[in-house]
T-cell receptor, first 111, second 114 residues
């Protein structure tokens, strides 16, 4: 599986848009990019998954350039409740049972 | 529809004792996964089970750790003769099928070994 690299931490003020970029240089043709969110003392929660271009849901947007070597998770107008760790994962095919989590990006939203 | 349930939420054991962690998947889910998270680290895959079958245990330590998912009842992760290095958060996840784009995680069991 392709290794992912993302910033260790980010700070943002409430109401701002936050973009978290993830590098996955060795992504394979069959791989998808998936993001999970984890609040303290809770299990991770699926946010969004994409293969190429742009995917949007009620929580976030995911931007994937044509070469697919990186991706950007965009959180619009963050609030204090968005303070969490965000994990970028590369999964094989449309789903993969063995999820590989890195250390993630710890997002701190400041009032 | 209740989510994935894990119990206990916190478990304290002394070195050498046994730890039993339980996981009830979401209703309608027959695929269960266990992960371990050390402090300040990401989750590491341990084992994947379906009812009465272990599909992949490549992430499980070879000794002292075992998992089961019986026909009836919750999935159990069992750690025998615990050591301090076993202290971690253990998460269970479930999905309705194996190749599915989302795993649903429980709240975890935090094991502390004294």
């Amino acid at each position: 599986l392709a290794k992912t690299t993302q910033p260790i931490s980010m700070d943002s003020y409430e109401g701002q848009e936050v973009n978290i970029t993830c590098s996955h240089n060795n992504i394979a043709t069959n791989d998808y990019i998936t993001w999970y969110q984890q609040f303290p003392s809770q299990g991770p929660r699926f946010i969004i998954q994409g293969y190429k271009t742009k995917v949007t849901n009620e929580v976030a947007s995911l931007f994937i350039p044509a070469d697919r070597k990186s991706s950007t998770l965009s959180l619009p107008r963050v609030s204090l409740s968005d303070t969490a760790v965000y994990y970028c994962l590369v999964v094989t095919g449309a789903g993969s049972y063995q999820l590989t989590f890195g250390k993630g990006t710890k997002l701190s939203v400041i009032p | 529809n209740a989510g994935v349930m894990q119990n206990p939420r916190h478990l304290v054991r002394r070195r050498g004792q046994e730890a039993r962690l339980r996981c009830s998947p979401m209703k309608g889910h027959s695929h269960v996964y266990w992960y371990r998270q050390l402090p300040e680290e990401g989750l590491k895959f341990m084992v994947y089970l379906q009812k009465e079958n272990i599909i992949d245990e490549s992430g499980m330590p070879k000794e002292r750790f075992s998992a089961e998912f019986p026909k009836e009842g919750p999935s159990i992760l069992r750690i025998q003769q615990v050591v301090r290095g076993d202290s971690a958060a253990y998460f269970c996840a479930s999905s309705p099928t194996d190749f599915y784009n989302e795993q649903f995680f429980g709240p975890g069991t935090r094991l502390t070994v004294l």
